[in-house]
C-alpha cells in the first residue's frame, strides 16, 4: 500500500424514500437513512475492509461507490474526477476501472450463458475491436489466474460448485485490468474451507495485479486475514476506522468493542475466561434513528450528551479514528 488516494468519499449519504402500504401516490414517504454521511479514502493497493450487523449500510455503502445505487448526497471523487457529475456514457466508460464482485456467486451469473461468453462480456463490451481469438485468448488466461481449467470454458454456471461459481464471477471483474475491485461480502455463501481459497486467491491476485480492495464481510476474522484498514459502521454511520492492528488490538469505540468480544478465539481456555460485551435491545430503524449518536440505545456508557450531539470521526492516533461523544472518557 502506499499514500496515493484513488478514491476520495466525502459525506457520502444514501435514502430511499419509503411509503406504507396505505400511503396516497401523492403522498410524501419517509426517508430511509440507509448511508448517512460517510467519508473516507481508499488507497493504490490496499484492502479497505467494512464490517457491521445486517442492515448497518455495507452493500448500500459498496453499491454507492460505483453509482450502482443513485446518491443522495455527497461526492465520490475517483482519481481527481467527481463520479456524482458523470453522465450515464462517461461513468460507463469509467467502469472499465472499477469492478464489483458480488454475495452470491451463482445468482450473479447469467444460467444461459457459457461461462466462457460470461467471462469475455465485459470485453465485448469495452473492447469490441478485439477478434474472437484474442478475446478467447484473454479468457483462458484469466480462467488460469483465479484456478480454473481453460478446458470448461464452454460449461454453464449450473455445473459449477458454489466456490467454483465465486472464482467465475473474479475473473469476469479481473479481466478488464481494473484498479478497484468492490467485494460485497464475497464469501458469505462459502463453506469455511472453501472461504479461505478464495481470500488467499483475492490477496494473490491483488499482489500480482496491484489492485486496491474494498472488502465486505460479517467475520471479523475474515477481513482481519485479508485487511490493510478497517471500517466499521453502524446504522449507516461509520464509527470507527483504523488499520487493522490498531483497530484489533485496541478498539475505542463501544461498538467495536462488542463485535470484537464475540469472536471465537481458537484457544478452549482463553474463550472460556473471555468476557462478551452483549448488546441490549435490537438495532433501530434507519427510518426512524435516535437522535445524537445513533448508538446511544444498545451503548453501555451513553449518556444525556450522547443524544444531543451527532458524533464525527476524529483522531485518536494518527491512523486510528472514532466518532463517540465520550471517546476521551471512556478510553
Not at 101 to 106: A, G, K, V, Y
Not at 220 to 248: N, Q
Not at 276 to 289: F, M, V
Request: glycine content about 6%; overall charge neutral.
Amino acid at each position: 500500500m502506499n499514500n496515493k488516494v484513488l478514491m476520495e468519499v466525502t459525506d457520502l449519504k444514501v435514502h430511499f424514500n419509503i411509503k406504507n402500504e396505505n400511503s396516497w401516490p401523492w403522498e410524501k414517504g419517509r426517508p430511509l437513512k440507509a448511508v448517512d454521511g460517510v467519508s473516507l479514502k481508499i488507497y493504490e493497493g490496499e484492502t479497505l475492509g467494512v464490517v457491521g450487523e445486517s442492515g448497518c449500510g455495507k452493500s448500500t455503502l459498496a453499491r454507492a461507490l460505483l453509482r450502482l445505487l443513485p446518491i443522495t448526497q455527497g461526492n465520490v471523487v475517483w482519481l481527481g474526477q467527481d463520479l456524482t457529475q458523470l453522465n450515464k456514457k462517461d461513468m460507463r466508460d469509467k467502469r472499465q476501472e472499477l469492478q464489483m464482485i458480488f454475495q452470491d456467486p451463482l445468482a450473479s451469473l447469467n444460467p444461459r450463458m457459457t461461462i466462457g461468453e460470461i467471462i469475455a462480456e465485459p470485453l465485448k463490451t469495452f473492447q469490441p475491436e478485439l477478434s474472437d481469438d484474442a478475446v478467447k485468448e484473454k479468457v483462458r488466461a484469466i480462467m488460469t489466474k483465479v484456478g480454473l481449467l481453460p478446458n470448461v470454458i464452454n460449461r454453464y454456471p449450473h455445473e459449477f460448485s458454489g466456490g467454483q461459481c465465486q472464482r467465475i464471477g473474479i475473473a469476469r471483474a479481473l479481466i478488464l485490468e481494473p484498479k478497484l475491485v468492490v467485494c460485497d461480502e464475497p464469501v458469505s455463501a462459502l463453506d469455511v474451507s472453501i472461504q479461505a481459497q478464495v481470500v488467499n486467491l483475492l490477496k494473490s491476485l491483488q499482489k500480482e495485479m496491484g489492485l486496491s480492495l474494498v472488502f465486505i464481510a460479517h467475520d471479523l476474522s475474515v477481513v482481519k486475514h485479508i485487511s490493510d484498514r478497517v471500517l466499521v459502521m453502524y446504522l449507516g454511520h461509520a464509527v470507527e476506522l483504523a488499520d487493522k492492528h490498531s483497530l484489533y488490538d485496541s478498539p475505542k469505540h463501544p461498538y467495536t468493542k462488542a463485535l470484537l468480544s464475540a469472536v471465537p478465539v481458537p484457544d478452549p481456555k482463553l474463550e472460556r475466561e473471555k468476557e462478551i460485551q452483549l448488546l441490549s435491545g435490537d438495532l433501530p430503524s434507519p427510518i426512524n434513528p435516535p437522535s445524537g449518536c445513533v448508538f446511544r440505545t444498545r451503548c453501555p456508557s451513553a449518556t444525556e450528551a450522547c443524544a444531543q450531539h451527532i458524533p464525527q470521526l476524529e483522531n485518536v492516533t494518527e491512523s486510528h479514528e472514532a466518532a463517540c461523544v465520550r471517546l476521551k472518557d471512556i478510553n
